[in-house]
């Protein structure tokens, strides 16, 4: 007996399934934030450079993942990678490439922000004993920077959790795809299960993002004093 | 002896559990002007924002026109009328104009008729020399100038006690003697009760007719100004002094 | 690249072109007025409801949109709440923008410093005097970058409608590269369009939150 349609979570393997597929939505997450904020910090630099040309072309790069939505920026590389540049890469590698330029993009905003937001005779200072700019950077302007821009990055990563969900529009086997097959296979025995399935990874995608939104939210209200 | 406007009985507050003020008892007569003096931290701000209910005292009594005040929301948008406040910081409303700003509490809170705040208004600005500021937003006023508006803004309701929390704190200095100009003005021609709050100490020499000196939340002195600036009573009074001049 | 199909895709392109602005734009104003309203309740701490819109809140902003869809449009129907595609995407970005407009507006409304309203009290003001005549003009101008990066964040979100078969600018690409097999060119006009929407809009939003900034100046 089940009235409710819960019993679809749990019957046969599927509550592994959605589990096994709530982790590819993750280290497909975890990786393209890897790549991307490691990206993104040498980005953020280079735009607080006197280069003209350099800054330019990374606005430019900024502004192109700022006005293209991410569902377009996905499609965008499962087209053209393979037909124009023959690039045969899995969906996988394809999501975590697109949301690590798009993170990237993102990131060297919030790292420019907050470099050229550090007082000026910090960065005199440091010039001043003979630092290089390279020691600069990475012994004064980038640990300074680094508590200012910790909030943004948290949410940021929130943004790219719930960004995951477009997997499913290239065919990668995450969460939601996996649901669907789910719901699919029991429509007929539990018409109600697509409620339970939904509300499961509506759950997932909510204790994965809201703790995060409390830690950015605590650290910014810490920042302002 | 002139009448008593505002009388404080064993005033306590404290911020969580920290105390900051300990049983502070003074009044106040009409006509007569007090300089609340004290190192920085020894509780001058706050005692002052309590006269007028920006911060809640903790313990106490306080009497208005002989009147105890019963601290509720209500008694204190009374009240507030009848004390002006002026702070550090000006705080004129960003978001309007200098009329804007002196107009707000005469027709919002004293349900006044615009024409009539409106010539309040243009009588105080010409009082202190800025009659052609009317539609100027502060962003546009120097220091000295949104101060003397602050000013203005709070005389518009015709208040019978004013207090000033360090107003020329954070002035250039060449700004200082203007400002200061209208608070003795104020007390010499208007004879307007005031509480002055104040690191100028030729100044409040000059204007006060008692000094309230505070430290760590007691009063150790509530001496006229005379005695306390030539012969003060206690050691750490003196100190002090000392410590004002170069 | 070939411009014959480019050409002959410009009608359908205008189409969704419009199905995009239309949604956004009533998504938009749907989302500004449930964010002004949770705001507006949360700043005067309106008791049960202001916990309830912080629940709202949360949930909103910590879930995908997909998902919020997703719900509306193929499980609701399961009990007996079955709403066509283009209402699904009106209420979708409206529940998603209201939470996101609502964390603007209040930021803004927060932002406003405690000095201007120790001074608003000072001249004898009620809360709601307050709130009408320092708070909420100011807080209003506070919020304006808040609020313009929601607007293009939300435009950009229609995207999303491509899933549940609205035939905005997304969906009308995507069907023509199912047809004809030919990605670049769909996905050349694609970004263009979305170019020709955000870069003036973001351009305009831009001198707007110059305009209203007096707020941020204090004093
Ligand atoms: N909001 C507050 N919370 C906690 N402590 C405060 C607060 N405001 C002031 N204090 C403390 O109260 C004491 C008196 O402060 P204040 O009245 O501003 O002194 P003054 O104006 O004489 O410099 C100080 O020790 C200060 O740290
Ligand atoms: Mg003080």
Same mark, same amino acid.
């Given at each position: 007996?089940?009235?409710?349609g ?17 982790w590819?939505?993750i ?7 890897l ?12 735009r ?101 821009e ?24 995450d ?26 990874i509506?759950?997932?995608?909510f ?19 | ?23 502070? =008892? ?8 007090? /300089? ?23 313990? #106490? ?6 009147? %105890? ?35 707000? #509490? ?14 309040? /208004?243009?009588?105080?600005? %010409? ?16 220091? #000295? ?43 010499? %021609? ?7 709050v ?10 006060? =007719?008692?000094?309230l ?12 100004? %005379? ?7 206690t050691?750490? /009074?003196?100190?002090?002094l ?5 | ?50 916990? !309830? ?53 209040s ?47 939300? !435009? ?35 970004? !263009? ?11 305009v ?15």
């Amino acid at each position: 007996m089940d009235h409710l349609g819960t019993s679809v979570l749990f019957a046969g393997n599927n509550f592994s399934r959605l589990l096994g597929g709530l982790w590819t939505t993750i280290w497909i997450a975890l990786l393209a934030l890897l790549i991307g904020l490691i990206l993104g910090t040498f980005l953020g630099m280079m735009r607080t450079f006197k280069n003209r040309p350099v800054r330019l072309i990374l606005r430019l790069y900024l502004e192109f993942f700022r006005i293209v939505p991410t569902v377009v920026l996905l499609f965008l590389a499962y087209y053209i990678l393979p037909r124009q540049l023959n690039i045969n890469l899995p969906a996988e590698q394809v999501a975590v490439l697109t949301f690590a330029l798009w993170v990237a993009a993102e990131f060297s905003d919030i790292v420019r922000g907050a470099l050229i937001s550090v007082p000026k005779h910090q960065r005199e200072s440091g010039l001043a004993i003979g630092l290089t700019h390279w020691q600069l950077f990475r012994y004064v302007l980038l640990p300074q920077a680094l508590t200012l821009e910790l909030p943004a990055t948290i949410n940021l990563a929130t943004r790219v959790v719930k960004t995951t969900s477009l997997l499913m529009l290239i065919s990668v086997m995450d969460v939601i795809n996996i649901g669907q097959q789910i719901i699919e296979a029991n429509g007929q025995s539990h018409p109600n299960g697509i409620f339970w399935v939904y509300g499961l990874i509506f759950f997932f995608y909510f204790i994965v993002d809201y703790p995060l939104s409390l830690l950015a939210k605590k650290l910014n209200a810490a920042n302002q004093h | 002896m002139a009448k008593e406007i505002l009388r404080v009985e064993k005033l306590n507050k404290f911020y969580a559990k920290q105390q900051i003020l300990y049983d502070v =008892d003074f009044s106040i007569a009409q006509g007569e002007v007090l /300089a609340l003096l004290g190192p920085s931290g020894s509780g001058k701000s706050t005692l002052i924002r309590c006269l007028n209910g920006l911060e809640e005292f903790s313990t #106490g009594d306080l009497f208005f026109d002989g009147q %105890k005040m019963v601290p509720t929301e209500k008694n204190w948008q009374q009240i507030r009328q009848k004390i002006g406040m002026v702070f550090q910081s000006y705080d004129l409303f960003s978001n309007l104009t200098v009329l804007e700003n002196i107009v707000l #509490g005469p027709i919002k809170v004293q349900k006044k008729s615009r024409s009539q705040a409106v010539q309040i /208004a243009t009588r105080l600005l %010409k009082r202190v020399g800025l009659a052609d500021y009317l539609q100027t937003y502060p962003r546009q006023l120097s220091g #000295g100038q949104k101060q003397r508006i602050a000013i203005v803004r709070a005389l518009a309701l015709h208040p019978e006690v004013m207090l000033f929390d360090e107003v020329t704190a954070s002035l250039d200095p060449e700004m200082v003697r203007g400002v200061l100009e209208i608070i003795k003005e104020l007390s010499e %021609k208007d004879n307007m009760t005031m509480i002055i709050v104040t690191h100028e100490m030729n100044f409040a020499e000059q204007i006060a =007719d008692r000094v309230l000196f505070l430290e760590d939340g007691h009063i150790l002195e509530n001496t006229p100004s %005379k005695q306390f600036f030539v012969n003060s009573q206690t050691e750490r /009074a003196r100190e002090f002094l000392e410590s004002m001049k170069f | 690249m070939d411009t014959n199909i480019i050409q002959a895709a410009i009608p359908k392109f205008i189409e969704g072109f419009k199905v995009t602005i239309w949604l956004s734009l009533i998504g938009i104003i749907g989302a500004l007025i449930v964010g002004l309203i949770c705001s507006l309740l949360q700043y005067f701490k309106v008791p049960i409801v202001s916990k !309830i819109i912080s629940a709202y809140i949360e949930l909103s902003r910590n879930t995908p949109l997909l998902i919020q869809l997703f719900f509306l449009y193929y499980a609701f129907p399961v009990i007996g709440l079955k709403l066509s595609a283009t209402f699904c995407g009106f209420i979708g970005l409206t529940f998603l923008g209201g939470s996101y407009m609502s964390e603007a507006f209040s930021g803004g409304f927060n932002g406003v410093s405690n000095t201007q309203i120790d001074a608003g009290k000072a001249i004898g003001m009620s809360r709601r005097q307050l709130a009408r005549y320092v708070v909420f003009p100011q807080g209003l101008s506070l919020s304006m970058p808040a609020l313009s990066a929601n607007i293009i964040f939300l !435009i950009k979100e229609t995207s999303i409608f491509s899933v549940i078969a609205i035939p905005e600018l997304t969906n009308t690409a995507l069907d023509l590269i199912g047809i004809y097999y030919r990605s670049n060119e769909y996905l050349l006009m694609l970004v !263009i369009a979305y170019a020709i929407i955000l870069i003036p809009l973001s351009i305009v939003l831009t001198i707007l939150e110059r305009r209203v900034r007096y707020g941020s100046f204090g004093n």
